[in-house]
């Protein structure tokens, strides 16, 4: 039986619609939003926890200006862990495309249930990142 929670995503976009898992306020993030990452800005507020990688079932993919994580795979996604506040979560919902583009999904980390942005299917565009960390893509 695997440790990985499901939500439904949709549910999970919306604000007062969380699953019991979801109230530890950990999020990990994998691309954009990492430190040194374009759009890292946007985490202000949030506390990071260190880096950190995935269970070893994901799948990593370039789409060009951002990544793509897909649930089904054999590898670990490289990233970070923060302690993000629920109305700071709502907002990075907008910028992640919550649940239009990405869905928001649960997985274990050592810190505990941490949410994370998927993408629902595998890419149609884009390259597979084997070592699954967005910082050693090419440029």
């Known amino acids: 039986m695997s440790n990985e929670h499901h939500c439904n995503p949709a549910l999970a ?13 950990l999020l ?27 269970p070893p079932d994901f799948t990593l993919y370039d789409l060009g200006p951002y990544p793509a994580a897909v649930r089904r795979g054999h590898g670990r996604v490289h990233g970070e862990l923060y302690v993000v506040p629920t109305p700071l ?35 149609r565009r884009g390259h597979q990142l084997w070592h699954g960390d967005w910082r050693r893509r090419r440029l």
């Open 13 to 25: 976009c919306r604000p007062g619609n969380r699953p019991e898992k979801a109230r530890s306020g």
């Open 89 to 123: 979560l709502r907002r990075l919902d907008a910028y992640e495309h919550c649940p239009r583009e990405y869905q928001r999904a649960i997985i274990p980390t050592a810190q505990g249930p941490a949410w994370i942005y998927l993408y629902p299917t595998r890419p």
């Open 28 to 54: 990990f993030v994998y691309g954009t939003l990492m430190r040194g990452q374009p759009a890292h800005r946007l985490m202000r507020g949030a506390r990071l926890l260190g880096r950190v990688t995935t």
